[in-house]
């Protein structure tokens, strides 16, 4: 093992003692081994201390130059996954994916230097992050929100079970890995609110539902209750904790059922647009989102359509209050 790959397992140690999510673990280890992978054999480099920012901004351009999973840290998994046969193999990678990967490495520097004090110049600070142009995120028309809510079939358990997430993730906005470890005690009906509390900085929110929903939950928890003894509002059929991926693979399937595609965080996403369009704040909707600052919020959800920003417009004209 050479001294760049310990210190990515050493890396990758200290998040999981951190509790990071196993997605953002994943996404740290793929860009870190992919990144020591082109230093070896570009500049044959193996150690932190030699590591420049030169080095770094070839590795940006090196990625900006290659197509889409043309390059792997394991040969194996080529067997297994099959990349030639993607539609979109070696096509150019977006500037959000190098962005990310960018993002990554500064932490895994910013861990080098200031936790470990492996090294005493961080490579990354004169590195600029690079600006991806932003996507603008479709917003689920009602009648696709109703097609997709009447996909799941109530009279199996676990369809309807995955109908009640999907509602509550569209009406709270809550993120679907807080939904999933939800006990039936975090609910207060007299309030419709829900206690969520973050998993990884144990920080606490309430979310809130409307009264429809307060009626989908309550005739959820009467089934819950006559087929498991789970302590969990969502768990699966063995009682067990239901997984992100599996709930994502099921939502994605179910849309597809009725041309709606969807994935959980375009719920959370929808519901913030949806709040904003009725005429909710900012202000109200980063406290219910959790987001620490109202700015996060305003970038996150400022992609409305001209059609959307029209409709928005003619609810709340300030001429059309005036009587004259």
């Known amino acids: 093992m050479t001294?760049?790959?310990?210190?990515?397992?050493?890396?990758?140690?200290?998040c999981t003692s951190k509790n990071l999510s196993k997605k953002t673990i994943a996404?740290?280890?793929?860009?870190?081994?992919?990144?020591?992978?082109?230093?070896?054999?570009?500049?044959?480099?193996?150690?932190?201390?030699?590591?420049?920012?030169?080095?770094?901004?070839?590795?940006?351009?090196?990625?900006?130059?290659?197509?889409?999973?043309?390059?792997?840290?394991?040969?194996?998994?080529?067997?297994?996954?099959?990349?030639?046969?993607?539609?979109?193999?070696?096509?150019k990678i977006s500037d959000?994916?190098?962005?990310?990967?960018?993002?990554?490495?500064?932490?895994?520097f910013n861990y080098l230097k200031d936790v470990e004090g492996e090294i005493t110049k961080n490579p990354c600070e004169k590195i600029e992050q690079i600006k991806a142009e932003r996507k603008q995120k479709k917003t689920l028309t009602k009648d696709e929100l109703k097609k997709l809510f009447n996909a799941f079939d109530e009279s199996k358990s676990h369809e309807y079970?995955?109908?009640?997430?999907?509602?509550?993730?569209?009406?709270?906005?809550?993120?679907?890995?807080?939904?999933?470890?939800?006990?039936?005690e975090h609910i207060d009906f007299s309030s419709?609110?829900?206690?969520?509390?973050?998993?990884?900085?144990?920080?606490?929110?309430?979310?809130?539902?409307?009264?429809?929903?307060?009626?989908?939950?309550?005739?959820?928890?009467?089934?819950?209750?006559?087929?498991?003894?789970?302590?969990l509002l969502f768990p699966t059929n063995r009682g067990t904790?239901?997984?992100?991926?599996?709930?994502e693979?099921?939502?994605?399937?179910?849309?597809?059922?009725?041309?709606?595609?969807?994935?959980?965080?375009?719920?959370r996403n929808n519901f913030a647009k949806y709040y904003l369009l009725a005429g909710g704040d900012f202000a109200t909707l980063s406290r219910i989102l959790g987001h620490s600052?109202?700015?996060t919020t305003m970038k996150a959800y400022l992609d409305f359509t001209d059609d959307e920003v029209g409709r928005k417009y003619q609810k709340h004209s300030p001429l059309s209050s005036i009587d004259f």
């Not at 959000?96 to 895994?108: D, E, G, M, P, S």
């Not at 693979?249 to 719920?267: A, C, E, S, Y």
Request: net charge positive.
């Open 192 to 231: 419709h609110s829900i206690l969520i509390t973050n998993p990884k900085s144990k920080k606490q929110r309430y979310v809130y539902f409307s009264h429809k929903m307060g009626r989908q939950l309550k005739s959820w928890l009467k089934h819950k209750d006559r087929q498991s003894d789970s302590q």
């Open 293 to 295: 600052d109202v700015s």
């Open 241 to 247: 904790q239901l997984q992100i991926q599996n709930y």
């Open 27 to 91: 996404s740290y280890e793929q860009a870190l081994k992919l990144f020591a992978q082109f230093l070896q054999d570009e500049f044959e480099i193996i150690e932190v201390k030699k590591i420049q920012s030169g080095h770094i901004r070839h590795y940006i351009k090196h990625l900006q130059e290659r197509g889409k999973y043309t390059v792997v840290v394991n040969q194996n998994t080529q067997k297994i996954n099959n990349p030639h046969n993607r539609t979109d193999y070696n096509k």
């Open 249 to 267: 693979k099921v939502l994605r399937q179910t849309g597809k059922k009725v041309n709606v595609d969807v994935h959980p965080h375009q719920l």
């Open 96 to 108: 959000a994916t190098i962005a990310n990967y960018l993002r990554n490495i500064k932490v895994f």
């Open 161 to 184: 079970r995955n109908k009640i997430i999907t509602i509550l993730l569209f009406d709270t906005g809550m993120r679907v890995g807080e939904c999933l470890i939800l006990k039936p």
């Open 3 to 14: 001294d760049l790959e310990f210190q990515i397992e050493n890396f990758i140690i200290y």
